[in-house]
C-alpha cells in the first residue's frame, strides 16, 4: 500500500535554515502536502506542490520535488523558535480507482529550534 | 465564522466501555474524516465519509464505528473501549475528496483508556 516516510527529529539553530524531507511511494501522487502542528492543537495546512511542479515558494517556505526520486522537502529559511513544531507531509491518492481521494501521512518530523 | 469542534478534548475511560467522540463542522462541508495520532506513526486514517449516510473504513477501523445522518456531525463510536485505543483523535474535513483540496482539522480529542 501507500507509504510516506519522514525522519523523526530535526534540531536547528535560530536563524539557521530547516529542511525536512520526505520519500513516498505511490507514483500517481499528484498533489503533497506539509502541514505544520502546534503543541497541543490540530493539523494546519502549509502548502502544498502539484506533481508537474519542481518548486514552490512562499514567503520562508520553500517546498522542492523530486518527483522521479519520490522525494519531498520543506526549507524554512530563518527558522524561528516559533517554527518549533511537528511537520507532516502527505499525498493525496485515489481511492478504489475513483475520483475520490485520501490523504496518508507521514511520521512527523519535530522541529526543535534552539535560540 | 465556520470551524470545526471536537468534544469532549479530554476524556478518561475504562476498557470494554462504549465511548463516543463528536466532531462538528459548520463549513457544510462533503467529506468528513477520523484520524488517530500516535508517536511514530504519524496520522492513521480510521473512517471516512464523502456524504450524508455514506461512511467508508480506513486502514485502522477495526473497534471503531461511524454514521453520517447530517452533513455537520461524524460521531466516531468506539463499541469497546481498549488500552490499545489510548490516542488522540483528530477530525477533519474538506469540501470536496477532488485533488488539491485542503482538510481542515479540528483540535483533538485526548483519550486515554484504563
Known amino acids: 500500500g501507500e507509504d510516506v516516510e519522514q525522519s523523526l527529529f530535526l534540531s536547528v539553530r535560530e536563524g539557521d535554515s530547516s529542511v525536512i524531507n520526505c520519500t513516498y511511494t505511490d507514483s500517481s501522487s499528484t498533489y503533497l502536502y506539509w502541514y505544520k502542528q502546534e503543541p497541543g492543537a490540530g493539523l494546519q495546512l502549509l502548502t502544498y506542490i502539484f506533481s508537474n511542479m519542481d518548486m514552490k515558494q512562499d514567503q520562508r517556505l520553500t517546498v522542492l520535488l523530486n518527483k522521479k526520486d519520490k522525494h519531498l522537502s520543506l526549507r524554512i529559511a530563518d527558522t524561528q523558535t516559533g517554527d518549533s513544531a511537528i511537520y507532516f507531509c502527505?499525498?493525496?491518492?485515489?481511492?478504489?480507482?475513483?475520483?475520490?481521494?485520501?490523504?496518508?501521512f507521514g511520521q512527523g518530523t519535530i522541529l526543535t529550534v534552539h535560540p | 465564522d465556520a470551524e470545526i469542534t471536537q468534544s469532549p478534548r479530554h476524556k478518561i475511560t475504562e476498557t470494554g466501555r462504549q465511548v463516543t467522540l463528536a466532531c462538528h463542522q459548520t463549513w457544510n462541508h462533503n467529506n468528513m474524516f477520523w484520524y488517530r495520532q500516535d508517536l511514530g506513526h504519524g496520522l492513521r486514517l480510521i473512517h471516512y465519509?464523502?456524504?450524508?449516510?455514506?461512511?467508508n473504513k480506513g486502514e485502522v477501523s477495526d473497534g471503531y464505528s461511524v454514521s453520517r445522518s447530517n452533513t455537520e456531525d461524524l460521531p466516531l463510536t468506539l463499541e469497546s473501549a481498549a488500552s490499545s485505543q489510548t490516542s488522540v483523535y483528530f477530525c477533519a474535513s474538506s469540501l470536496s475528496a477532488g485533488r488539491g483540496e485542503t482538510q481542515y482539522f479540528g483540535p483533538g480529542t485526548r483519550l486515554l483508556v484504563l
Open positions: 502527505a499525498d493525496w491518492a485515489n481511492a478504489g480507482g475513483t475520483s475520490y481521494g485520501k490523504l496518508t
Open positions: 465519509s464523502y456524504g450524508v449516510h455514506d461512511t
